[in-house]
T-cell receptor
Framework: SAVISQKPSRDICQRGTSLTIQCQVD?????MFWYRQQPGQSLTLIAT?????????ESGFVIDKFPISRPNLTFSTLTVSNMSPEDSSIYLC????????FGSGTRLTVV | TQLLEQSPQFLSIQEGENLTVYCNSS?????LQWYRQEPGEGPVLLVT?????EVKKLKRLTFQFGDARKDSSLHITAAQPGDTGLYLC????????FGTGTRLQVFP
C-alpha cells in the first residue's frame, strides 16, 4: 500500500491566519482525499482532489475556506483559511488503493 | 446526515473479555471497511468486506457483513491492551462514508 507523508504533524495558529497542510505520496495516484476529524469524532470528507482539475467539495465545505492544490500525481495541499477556533481539528489526507491509506494527520489548534 | 451508526460509542473492558461492535445503516454499500485509529495516527485499514453475509477473520478479530450489505459487526475475542483504539467502519458509496466510531479501552 501507499506511504503518505503529511506535514506539519501539529500546529497552533492564531485566528484569522491560514495554514497549508502538505501530503506527499510515494506512488502516483489519481485521486487524493482530504478529511477532517473534529475532537472525539469520526472522519468527514472535505473534498476530493484530482490532478489537473478543481477539487470536488462536499456539502458544507467551500473552496474559499479550504483551497486545495494538486500539482501532480503524488502531491496535494490543503489550506485552512481565515481560521477560527471552530477549525481546530485533525486534518487527514488519504488515497484509495483497494483500501484507504491515510497520512498521520495534522492536529490544528486555533487560538 | 450520518449514514453509519456505530454502537457502542465507548467500551471499557478488562483484558481477556470478548466484545462486539456494531455498524448499522439504512443504505446499501458496495463494500464496507473497518479501520483502527490510535492517538496521533491516521486510521489503519483492518479489513474490507464485499459480499453480503461474508465473514473474515484476522487473528482474534472477526468481521461480518450483513446479508443486505447495510450493516456489519466486529467481534474481538480475548481482548488485549494492544486492541485499545478508535474503531471506525466505513461504507463505500460514491465516496467513503465513515461511521460514528467506537472508542475501545482494554485494561490489563
Amino acid at each position: 500500500s501507499a506511504v503518505i507523508s503529511q506535514k506539519p504533524s501539529r500546529d497552533i495558529c492564531q485566528r484569522g491566519t491560514s495554514l497549508t497542510i502538505q501530503c506527499q505520496v510515494d506512488s502516483q495516484v489519481t485521486m487524493m482525499f482530504w478529511y477532517r476529524q473534529q475532537p472525539g469524532q469520526s472522519l468527514t470528507l472535505i473534498a476530493t482532489a484530482n490532478q489537473g482539475s478543481e477539487a470536488t467539495y462536499e456539502s458544507g465545505f467551500v473552496i474559499d475556506k479550504f483551497p486545495i492544490s494538486r500539482p501532480n500525481l503524488t502531491f496535494s495541499t490543503l489550506t485552512v483559511s481565515n481560521m477560527s477556533p471552530e477549525d481546530s481539528s485533525i486534518y487527514l489526507c488519504s488515497v484509495d488503493q483497494g483500501g484507504y491509506t491515510f497520512g498521520s494527520g495534522t492536529r490544528l489548534t486555533v487560538v | 446526515t450520518q449514514l453509519l451508526e456505530q454502537s457502542p460509542q465507548f467500551l471499557s473492558i478488562q483484558e481477556g473479555e470478548n466484545l462486539t461492535v456494531y455498524c448499522n445503516s439504512s443504505s446499501v454499500f458496495s463494500s464496507l471497511q473497518w479501520y483502527r485509529q490510535e492517538p496521533g495516527e491516521g486510521p489503519v485499514l483492518l479489513v474490507t468486506v464485499v459480499t453480503g453475509g461474508e465473514v473474515k477473520k484476522l487473528k482474534r478479530l472477526t468481521f461480518q457483513f450483513g446479508d443486505a450489505r447495510k450493516d456489519s459487526s466486529l467481534h474481538i475475542t480475548a481482548a488485549q491492551p494492544g486492541d485499545t483504539g478508535l474503531y471506525l467502519c466505513a461504507g463505500a458509496l460514491d465516496k467513503l462514508i465513515f461511521g460514528t466510531g467506537t472508542r475501545l479501552q482494554v485494561f490489563p
